[in-house]
């Protein structure tokens, strides 16, 4: 199991920015892929971005392709998650979560969270 505190949420105009951060402890943090999920109001958690272990591949949701960077330093255990251009229906809670892998490509099991981080960007 991994330890995962989440930082960085806040109340933002819509077009501001945010840098989301997630502290790891627990496991050697190069050796596990991470990721970014949110869950809305009334909506099921949904993926958003996930890097892998070494931090050279990245994926995103269509709705953050452009506008959200997701990157890591494995020297500071740290995640993180650059999030410009943010919309009102960017609002939600933001959860990381560390993989049972270092791979993308093998499909992690996202099996330990933090506690999440709320988002509220304003029209």
């Known amino acids: 199991q991994v330890q995962l505190v989440e930082s960085g949420g806040g109340l933002v105009q819509a077009g501001g920015s945010l840098r989301l951060s997630c502290a790891a402890s627990g496991r050697t943090f190069s050796n596990y892929a991470m990721a970014w999920f949110r869950q809305a109001p009334g909506k099921e958690r949904d993926y958003v971005a996930a890097?892998?272990?070494?931090?050279?591949?990245?994926r995103y949701t269509d709705s953050a392709k452009g506008r959200f960077t997701i990157s890591r330093d494995n020297a500071k255990n740290t995640m993180y998650l650059q999030m410009n251009n943010l919309k009102p229906e960017d609002t939600a809670v933001y959860y990381c979560?560390?993989?049972?892998?270092?791979?993308?490509?093998?499909?992690?099991?996202?099996?330990?969270w933090g506690q999440g981080t709320q988002v509220t960007v304003s029209s």
């Open positions: 890097i892998s272990g070494p931090g050279g591949i990245t």
């Open positions: 979560a560390a993989g049972d892998r270092s791979a993308l490509g093998s499909s992690p099991r996202w099996d330990s």
